[in-house]
């Protein structure tokens, strides 16, 4: 890991510090108790969490800064010097393999004066190089070149102002996660019971998933965590949102109803913010018939176990807290960017099963741009919600106006079955449950704020 200076001036020769040089937040910016604002055993959400400015410059303080999130898939990354440009919150970060094949990931922002030092959106490179006056960085993030250096003073030391290092960088079966929180736990344990459910997408056959299709991405307005909240806990909006693209996509001779709109299925709660939930059909896999027709269920019973074949393997959606989602059928992995408290930037992969012959792969790929790609069926309806939901809560009444997440209240249980404490399918569980986190996040002084 790279040392980090403390700011310039403030203590003479630098200091290193692990995580970055991190002012105090509330010396500059009041914090706001959230206390009031999210009720979560009451069921009951008001709107300026999705609205307020300081409130969102605060989840990026107390919600990113701390938390787990996603940054891209082991398979974009296959020899030394690839490299991929991604965000954490709002903080662009370069994810790389060094040259012990360790993939490692970098604040993207020159030590000089804070230039993006890569502007591409992913490739291969044996160094990056700021295009603002040249300084240049290694694959370790080391500051290996500087452009008349003999200007610098005698206590100039490159070895101090090498890139910022993300101090924690792990995977869980592929998917790469990355926090600044030194003393965050592991990745393992921050998901989980939920890996039981993300198994059900990325451990089908032992020999693991990789990309197709390189990353779609596009421009949302509306607050990152309408969309993270409903691919934790919303499958009462399916019948009514999607009821064109659900008759356009059923199984010839079959109604929608009879074979894919189902209140049978449960929904995962997990104490850390995630939710998963899914409907239960042992026989309709409801994707692309060539995925279908390939696919081992019963190689899959065997592996995984009946509970997760017949709920959420073959069906749903989830969210891992705060901002990283995934549909398992699809393939469809996505990171909700925050980009303001009334937008946000969709990043989307597509997933297959290593194992797949190519054909296999290409029919996922078409499937899931059909159903859930930036202009898929599904996606489209998805998305006029959430900018529906944005656009009029600019409005002062509207916004003093609570929102009712009070379905399922109480529902919560250990069935055996499942792994953890579930709720009916139609139920808003999972979603109180992925507020009552923000809601601690927000009220609790990050690492950086008691340390110092
Ligand atoms: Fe990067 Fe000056 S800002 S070299
Ligand atoms: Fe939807």
Not at 212 to 234: I, P, R
Request: glycine share 10%; with cysteine; charged share 25%.
């Amino acid at each position: 890991m790279t040392s980090t200076p403390e700011l310039a001036g403030r203590a003479g020769r630098p200091t290193a510090t692990p995580a970055g040089p991190l002012h105090r937040p509330s010396e500059l910016t009041p914090t706001i108790d959230v206390s009031g604002l999210v009720d979560a055993d009451g069921g009951l959400l008001d709107r300026a969490i999705f609205t307020d400015h300081q409130i969102y410059q605060q989840e990026l303080r107390r919600v990113f800064a701390p938390s787990w999130l996603f940054l891209a898939h082991t398979d974009q990354f296959r020899r030394p010097g690839d490299f991929f440009t991604t965000y954490m919150g709002e903080d662009p970060v370069i994810v790389t393999m060094d040259k012990s094949r360790a993939v490692r990931a970098y604040l993207n922002s020159c030590r000089h004066r804070g230039a993006r030092v890569c502007r591409a959106d992913a490739g291969t490179t044996r160094n990056f190089t700021c295009t603002y006056h040249g300084w240049a960085y290694d694959l370790e993030g080391r500051l290996v070149s500087v452009p008349n250096r003999e200007g610098y003073p005698d206590r100039f030391d490159t070895a101090d102002w090498g890139l910022v290092e993300v101090p924690r960088v792990e995977n869980h079966r592929g998917l790469i996660f990355g926090t600044w929180n030194p003393r965050a736990p592991s990745l393992r344990e921050a998901l989980g019971g939920m890996a039981w459910y993300m198994d059900a997408m990325l451990d089908h056959d032992g020999a693991g998933t990789e990309v197709v299709g390189g990353v779609h991405k596009w421009v949302l307005e509306g607050n990152w965590k309408l969309s993270a909240e409903q691919f934790a806990t919303d499958w009462y909006h399916v019948n009514m949102s999607h009821a064109s693209a659900l008759m356009l996509l059923a199984p010839a001779g079959k109604s929608p109803r009879d074979e894919i709109v189902h209140r049978a299925g449960r929904q995962y709660v997990d104490p850390n913010g995630h939710g998963a939930g899914f409907p239960v059909h042992p026989k309709n896999r409801f994707d692309a018939l060539a995925v279908h027709q390939w696919f081992d269920y019963e190689a899959a019973r065997a592996r995984l176990g009946d509970a997760r074949v017949e709920g959420p393997m073959t069906n749903g959606h989830a969210t891992v807290f705060p901002n990283f989602s995934y549909l398992p059928v699809n393939g469809s992995v996505r990171v909700w960017h925050p980009k303001g408290p009334d937008r946000m930037e969709v990043w989307a992969w597509t997933l297959v099963d290593r194992s797949m012959p190519d054909e296999v792969k290409e029919a996922q790929r078409l499937y899931n741009l059909r159903t859930f790609g930036p202009s898929g069926v599904f996606e489209a309806d998805d998305g006029e919600n959430w900018s529906e939901v944005q656009a009029i809560s600019r409005g002062f009444v509207t916004n003093s106006v609570p929102l009712n997440y009070q379905m399922g209240l109480g529902s919560e249980r250990e069935d055996g079955r499942y792994p953890g404490k579930t709720s009916e399918l139609y139920s808003d569980a999972a979603g109180r449950a992925f507020y009552r986190r923000w809601q601690s996040l927000m009220n609790t002084p990050a690492w950086y704020e008691v340390d110092r």
